[in-house]
Nanobody, 122 residues
C-alpha cells in the first residue's frame, strides 16, 4: 500500500506560480515512478507530468511543457510539481499517482491521492 497526500493548491492569478507537493507513505516510495494528473471542471482526468523512480527521466503533456516542472526528493518521500505562467485553463483538481515509467510513457498505478484544487483567475 502507498498513501499519497497532495498539498499546495489554491487560488492564483493568471501568470502566477504554485508548487504542489505529494507526500507518500507506506511501501518504498523510491521504487515507484510518480505522476501528476488533473481533472478540469466537467472534464475527464488527464495526464500532466511523470518522473522516473530515480528522477532522471521526465515526461510532460504538451499543454504544460515549458511551464511546469516535476521533481522528487526520495529522502523526503515527496514529489513536486512547480507550475509557472499559470493560465485559467490550468484550473483543475490535481492528483498525485504512483505508477510505472516506460521509455516514453507513464502507466498510472492504483495509488491515488485525494487531490488538491488549483484555481487560476483571469
Amino acid at each position: 500500500q502507498v498513501q499519497l497526500v497532495e498539498s499546495g493548491g489554491g487560488l492564483v492569478q493568471a501568470g502566477g506560480s504554485l508548487r504542489l507537493s505529494c507526500a507518500a507513505s507506506g511501501r518504498t516510495f523510491s521504487s515507484y515512478a510518480m505522476g501528476w494528473f488533473r481533472q478540469p471542471p466537467g472534464k475527464e482526468r488527464e495526464f500532466v507530468a511523470a518522473i522516473s523512480w530515480s528522477g532522471a527521466r521526465t515526461l510532460y503533456a504538451d499543454s504544460v511543457k515549458g511551464r511546469f516542472t516535476i521533481s522528487r526528493d526520495n529522502a523526503k518521500n515527496t514529489v513536486y510539481l512547480q507550475m509557472n505562467s499559470l493560465k485559467p485553463e490550468d484550473t483543475a483538481v490535481y492528483y498525485c499517482n504512483a505508477g510505472t515509467y516506460y521509455s516514453s510513457s507513464y502507466d498510472p498505478g492504483n495509488y491515488w491521492g485525494k487531490g488538491t484544487l488549483v484555481t487560476v483567475s483571469s
